[in-house]
T-cell receptor, first 112, second 118 residues
């Protein structure tokens, strides 16, 4: 079983749509959680941290369920510029190092 | 403020050769991590350095090594290159490693070095 699992997509949605991405992780000792965005042939960029209480940043809402080891990202009112790969990321602190483990990413294509 | 910088941007090497990749972290960040990203996959953790010491190592062979300098910049070295080492090598910077006294472990990535081994 992969440490972080995501649906690879692609998700093809029209502009203005709401789209949701899901992710599960296997290590219950994981301590912090993130969504990164990666454009084609570019580096990953931190989109937002994910908290158990849920958090929102503009059109983006992230949610964490520690009991189910499940993370989600909701994008409302999709824009063409949201087209990218969204990476679910889990941080495990080993006692000396912070090891980020990435999912394979979910590709989103927003169309006119 | 300048972000994470990496050099070179692109590199072409032949099998068996050695390569050195360089990274400068964000000013004020003391931790540097290295990741390998092959096409279609998420980045895979190689090393983390903090205060010039190796703090963590991923599941990579001994051909991979790294070091961190007093100015917190870092080098990743790969010996005896194989075709399978072709990938985007990413450097990430953070203030510190996370933990009880640390933060959540946010890491900020440089643009990467694209290595092609022929």
């Amino acid at each position: 079983r992969k440490e972080v699992e995501q649906d690879p997509g692609p998700f093809n949605v029209p502009e203005g749509a709401t789209v949701a991405f899901n992710c599960t992780y296997s290590n219950s000792a994981s301590q912090s959680f993130f969504w990164y965005r990666q454009d084609c042939r570019k580096e990953p960029k931190l989109l937002m941290s994910v908290y158990s209480s849920g958090n929102e940043d503009g059109r983006f809402t992230a949610q964490l369920n520690r009991a189910s080891q499940y993370i989600s990202l909701l994008i409302r009112d999709s824009k063409l510029s949201d087209s990218a790969t969204y990476l679910c990321v889990v941080n495990l602190y080993t006692g000396t190092a912070s090891k980020l483990t990435f999912g394979t990413g979910t590709r989103l294509q927003v169309t006119l | 403020d300048a972000g994470v910088t990496q050099s070179p941007t692109h590199l072409i090497k032949t099998r068996g050769q050695h390569v050195t990749l360089r990274c400068s972290p964000i000013s004020g960040h003391k931790s540097v991590s290295w990741y390998q990203q092959v096409l279609g996959q998420g980045p895979q953790f190689i090393f983390q350095y903090y205060e010039k010491e190796e703090r963590g190592r991923g599941n990579f062979p001994d051909r991979f090594s790294a070091r961190q300098f007093p100015n917190y910049s870092s080098e990743l070295n790969v010996n005896a290159l194989l075709l399978g080492d072709s990938a985007l090598y990413l450097c990430a910077s953070s203030r510190m490693t996370s933990g009880i006294a640390g933060g959540r472990g946010e890491q900020y990535f440089g643009p990467g070095t694209r290595l092609t081994v022929t």
